[in-house]
């Protein structure tokens, strides 16, 4: 009697000594072992995992940045594109977190929010990291890491060290496109100001190549990791709005007026006006 391989039956291994393996590589107990809510709020547990994942993923975003930079700065423009693509593709799944709590009235959020104390994710070192990496530098908003001496030197150095803008524009220049010498020689600590020769370089990247091309893929890449960005910018407003409406935030922020601000600060801003010159 012939056995087809698909009606035998593999058994898993189902007896170890201590943990299983899978337990021990995905750190399940450090997990289980987080700090928990604080309130009986039904609604707080999301609230805590969404923003625990969003720090985490944040993480992961700061790991690729970095890493894009430093491919740019040896000029390995497609292995630095893919670096910055997975990014962008983390700010997708840090986007998607948003939703459970769009379900959030103000009444639920009020329940636990002062257990939040002075509290905020404007105080978040992984986010105001990805900002400087980025190019979006405020330099007094370091300060707020000043009693966490790691956390507060990591952001210095992103502060002043080129951003991922800073870099690609170098890139565009060794490849002969007209970037002004006050750009590429600009204290990268302060916050960037939009040029039109930039703005020029960005047109002829899209009229002169397409798709395959290594810097029209660039071009895409960080367009795509802003437009990321951006929204998870919006989407944090909107969250915000639906929450607490234009109450004050609990660390002493504007709210929802402050992240409006933010919103006006474009990333990589010749990449989206470049578009009404192509």
Known sequence: MEVNEE????????????????????????????????????????????????????GLVRTELRLAARLLGTSEVPAA?????????????????WRPLNRLTPRQFNVFRPAL????GFQSALYREVEFLLGDKTPSLAQVQRGNPEAHRELLAALRAPSLYDVVLSVLA?????????????????????????????????????????LWELAEAL???????????????TMVRRAMGAKTGTGGSSGASWLERTLRREIFPELWSAR???
């Open 7 to 58: 009606d035998v039956m593999v058994t898993p291994k189902l007896r170890f000594a201590q943990a299983t393996p899978y337990d021990e590589y995905v750190g399940t107990a450090t997990l289980r072992a987080l700090p928990g809510p604080r309130t009986d709020a039904p609604e707080e547990p999301a609230f805590l995992v969404t923003t625990q994942v969003m720090e985490l993923y944040f």
């Open 81 to 97: 594109t893919a670096a910055i693509a997975r990014a962008a593709a983390y700010l997708d799944v840090v986007n998607a977190a």
């Open 117 to 120: 104390g002075e509290g905020s």
């Open 174 to 214: 060794r490849r002969g496109y007209d970037i002004p010498a006050t750009t590429l020689a600009r204290d990268p600590a302060q916050p960037y100001r939009p040029d039109p020769q930039v703005e020029k370089a960005w047109a002829r990247v899209y009229t002169e190549h397409g798709p395959g091309d290594d």
């Open 223 to 237: 367009t795509d990791l802003s437009e990321g960005f951006t929204r998870w910018r919006t989407l944090h407003l």
């Open 276 to 278: 009404t010159l192509v």
